[in-house]
């Protein structure tokens, strides 16, 4: 049985700690950054919940699209590449699906409030 929370458990609290104990407090600037660090937070708790799964589907997208192995960074060069080079139609429905999908995954980490993002994946799982 594991008894410590986890590093999004610790995230939520520590955020939820500033906005409803710290902020409070203050004014100004201070209380500014302070909402500033409660968003990062939350924006790293996402990354921490959502991004391995992100990543996992972002390389196995581009390894069919492209035909090619490797990490992420030199797939993603080698799209760039390929793109630059014409040999992309940049009209292929496996490489609009594949920048639709990519796009959608970093607005879940980067900004899930966007109204586009929320009308875009509404009632689809995993909303964050």
């Given at each position: 049985?594991?008894?410590?929370?986890?590093?999004?458990?610790?995230?939520?609290?520590?955020?939820?700690?500033?906005?409803?104990?710290?902020?409070?407090?203050?004014?100004?600037?201070?209380?500014?950054?302070?909402?500033?660090?409660?968003?990062?937070?939350?924006m790293v708790r996402r990354e921490?919940?959502?991004?391995?799964?992100?990543?996992?589907?972002?390389?196995?997208?581009?390894?069919?699209?492209?035909?090619s192995d490797g990490d992420v960074?030199?797939?993603?060069?080698?799209?760039?590449?390929?793109?630059?080079?014409?040999?992309?139609?940049?009209?292929?429905a496996d490489l609009l699906d594949?920048?639709?999908?990519?796009?959608?995954?970093?607005?879940?980490?980067?900004?899930?409030?966007?109204?586009?993002?929320?009308?875009?994946?509404?009632?689809?799982?995993?909303?964050?």
């Amino acid at each position: 049985m594991r008894e410590q929370p986890t590093a999004v458990e610790l995230l939520d609290i520590v955020a939820e700690f500033l906005r409803a104990e710290v902020l409070p407090a203050l004014s100004g600037r201070t209380a500014f950054h302070t909402r500033v660090a409660a968003n990062v937070l939350d924006m790293v708790r996402r990354e921490v919940a959502l991004g391995p799964g992100a990543l996992v589907g972002e390389a196995e997208r581009l390894r069919s699209l492209l035909g090619s192995d490797g990490d992420v960074a030199d797939l993603n060069h080698e799209l760039c590449e390929r793109i630059a080079g014409g040999d992309v139609d940049l009209f292929d429905a496996d490489l609009l699906d594949h920048l639709w999908k990519t796009t959608i995954d970093t607005v879940a980490i980067d900004q899930p409030k966007y109204a586009t993002y929320r009308r875009a994946t509404a009632g689809e799982p995993g909303d964050a």
